[in-house]
Nanobody, 121 residues
């Protein structure tokens, strides 16, 4: 089991960029496939990005392709979600999650508490 802590969420204006961080307090995150999710009030949780444990391959849904980028910093034991050209509909609580499977598509087993992103003028 790995404990995940998200940070970086804040209030931004439409068109701004923001980088979220997902850190582990102990376990090396490079042992896990990591995903970023979001959930807005009244909506289902949706997966926004994934980076595999094996070769670092990534997955994005069509709704954010080209705007969001997931990456790892092995030295800092952190996974980032870079979000560009933010829109009001990107407003949500953003979570990171981990699974010991090698590739994206597996069911996640460990979740952080989330960080709030609000996009508003």
């Amino acid at each position: 089991q790995v404990q995940l802590v998200e940070s970086g969420g804040t209030l931004v204006q439409p068109g701004d960029s923001l980088r979220l961080s997902c850190a582990s307090s102990g376990e090396p995150l490079d042992d896990y496939t990591i995903g970023w999710f979001r959930q807005a009030p009244g909506k289902e949780r949706e997966e926004m990005a994934c980076i595999s444990q094996t070769d670092g391959s990534t997955y994005y849904p069509d709704s954010v392709e080209g705007r969001f980028t997931i990456s790892r910093d092995f030295a800092k034991n952190t996974v980032y979600l870079q979000m560009n050209s933010l829109k009001p509909e990107d407003t949500a609580l953003y979570y990171c999650a981990a699974v010991g499977d090698p590739d994206c598509g597996a069911e996640y087993t460990d979740w952080g508490q989330g960080t709030q992103v609000t996009v508003s003028s």
